[in-house]
């Protein structure tokens, strides 16, 4: 298995098990590993929401002027956006919670 996967505690590796509701903790990894793949889930899901949201404001080309009018009202109100805690976003919201049984089904957790 080292031949193949000669480090499997990266935290790209580690993320799928970071997302996995029975294993989440990482109780395997370090605390630097552990902190650096939730740091990396943090990072790719703020950059799929900013992502999304670049998406909503294209979606109606027609209308230039009120997309022009949005983006000015983001721009202005950007430096005034607050650091959003763990408490209060879904990521950390879901870090907080307690591991579910290992016999338990993730997907079934997920989907509700």
Same mark, same amino acid.
């Given at each position: 298995?080292?031949?193949?996967?000669?480090? !499997? +505690?990266?935290?790209?590796? &580690?993320?799928? +098990? !970071? !997302?996995?509701?029975?294993?989440?903790? &990482?109780? @395997?990894? +370090? *605390?630097?590993?552990?902190?650096? +793949?939730?740091? $990396?889930?943090?990072?790719?899901? %703020? /950059?799929?929401?900013?992502?999304?949201?670049?998406? &909503?404001?294209?979606?109606?080309?027609?209308?230039?002027?009120?997309?022009?009018?949005?983006?000015?009202? =983001?721009?202005? =109100?950007?430096? &005034?956006?607050?650091?959003?805690?763990?408490?209060?976003? /879904?990521?950390?919201? #879901?870090?907080? $919670? *307690? /591991?579910?049984? =290992? *016999?338990?089904?993730? @997907?079934?957790?997920? #989907? %509700?």
């Amino acid at each position: 298995m080292d031949h193949y996967w000669n480090n !499997l +505690t990266y935290p790209e590796m &580690l993320l799928p +098990t !970071l !997302l996995d509701p029975r294993m989440k903790n &990482l109780d @395997f990894a +370090t *605390d630097s590993e552990h902190l650096a +793949t939730k740091d $990396l889930l943090k990072k790719q899901y %703020e /950059e799929l929401k900013t992502q999304n949201s670049n998406n &909503l404001s294209i979606i109606n080309v027609d209308d230039n002027e009120n997309r022009r009018k949005s983006q000015n009202a =983001f721009a202005v =109100f950007a430096s &005034l956006k607050k650091k959003v805690s763990p408490e209060n976003d /879904e990521v950390g919201a #879901y870090l907080l $919670l *307690d /591991e579910i049984d =290992f *016999d338990s089904n993730p @997907f079934v957790w997920w #989907y %509700e």
